[in-house]
C-alpha cells in the first residue's frame, strides 16, 4: 500500500534551516508529483510547495518563496522540502502528499516549530 513517511521536523529559531524529508513506497514514484503541505493550530491545511514527476517543474505558496527548495530523488523514493529563512509563521506539521489512482494519500506529518 502507499506509505509516506515524513523526517526531518524540529525546534528551530527564526533565520534558522530545516530539511524536511519524505520517505515514498507503494507505488511508483517516479511517475507522480509529489507536494509539501502544512497546517498551523487551527487553520486550513495549505499548499507549502509542489514537483512534476521528474522535478522538472516546482511551484511554491507565496509566503515561502525564495525560501523554501523542494526537490526529488527518484532513485531514492525521496521528496525534499529544505527550508531556510524560518520565520515564527512557519510554525505547522508538514505533510507530504502523493494523488495516487484517483485518491489522495498522505504521510503522518512533522512538527516544525519555529520560535527563539
Known amino acids: 500500500q502507499v506509505q509516506l513517511v515524513e523526517s526531518g521536523g524540529g525546534l528551530v529559531q527564526p533565520g534558522g534551516s530545516l530539511r524536511l524529508s519524505c520517505a515514498a513506497s507503494?507505488?511508483?514514484?517516479?511517475?507522480?508529483?509529489m507536494s509539501w503541505y502544512r497546517q498551523a493550530p487551527g487553520k486550513e491545511r495549505e499548499l507549502v510547495a509542489s514537483?512534476?514527476?521528474?522535478?522538472?517543474?516546482?511551484n511554491y505558496a507565496d509566503s515561502v518563496k525564495g525560501r523554501f527548495t523542494i526537490s526529488r530523488d527518484n532513485a531514492k523514493n525521496t521528496v525534499l522540502l529544505q527550508m531556510n529563512s524560518l520565520k515564527p509563521d512557519d510554525t505547522a506539521a508538514y505533510y507530504c502528499?502523493?494523488?495516487?489512482?484517483?485518491?489522495?494519500?498522505w504521510g503522518q506529518g512533522t512538527q516544525v516549530t519555529v520560535s527563539s
Open positions: 507503494g507505488f511508483t514514484f517516479s511517475n507522480y508529483a
Open positions: 502528499k502523493v494523488h495516487w489512482r484517483g485518491a489522495a494519500y
Open positions: 514537483i512534476t514527476r521528474t522535478g522538472g517543474s516546482t
